[in-house]
């Protein structure tokens, strides 16, 4: 099993930004890829980044150029640096992992409300 735990998310008003952790524990030995989703109101949840163990990223094109993700190895955690943040960058975001790009052994985390204000 593993278990993440999500931390950073809040209140922010339009151009701040915010930094989310996840950091992962248990059974992680397997799982080289970690990235964050997010969910709006009312949507379905969409990629925003991934990165894996190797520092290989990538980045959804609509907060391309905002929004940096980072792996620290030794602390099995993964950043998603968030800048210039917009309403509609407002949603639960969720960290996940899984063993490889292509694989669907998800874990999830719990999620971490992010909210932007205009």
């Known amino acids: 099993q593993v278990q993440l735990v999500e931390s950073g998310g809040g209140l922010v008003q339009a151009g701040g930004s915010l930094t989310l952790s996840c950091a992962a524990s248990?059974?992680?030995?397997?799982?080289?890829?970690m990235g964050w989703y997010r969910q709006p109101p009312g949507k379905q949840r969409s990629f925003v980044a991934r990165?894996?163990?190797?520092?290989?990223?990538n980045v959804a094109d609509i907060v391309n150029g905002r929004f940096t993700i980072s792996y620290d190895n030794a602390k099995n955690t993964v950043y998603l640096q968030m800048n210039s943040l917009a309403p509609e960058d407002t949603g639960v975001y969720y960290c996940?992992?899984?063993?490889?790009?292509?694989?669907?052994?998800?874990?999830w985390g719990q999620g971490t409300q992010v909210t932007v204000s205009s």
């Open positions: 990165t894996t163990r190797s520092g290989n990223t």
């Open positions: 996940y992992v899984r063993s490889s790009i292509y694989s669907n052994d998800d874990y």
């Open positions: 248990g059974n992680i030995g397997t799982m080289n890829v």
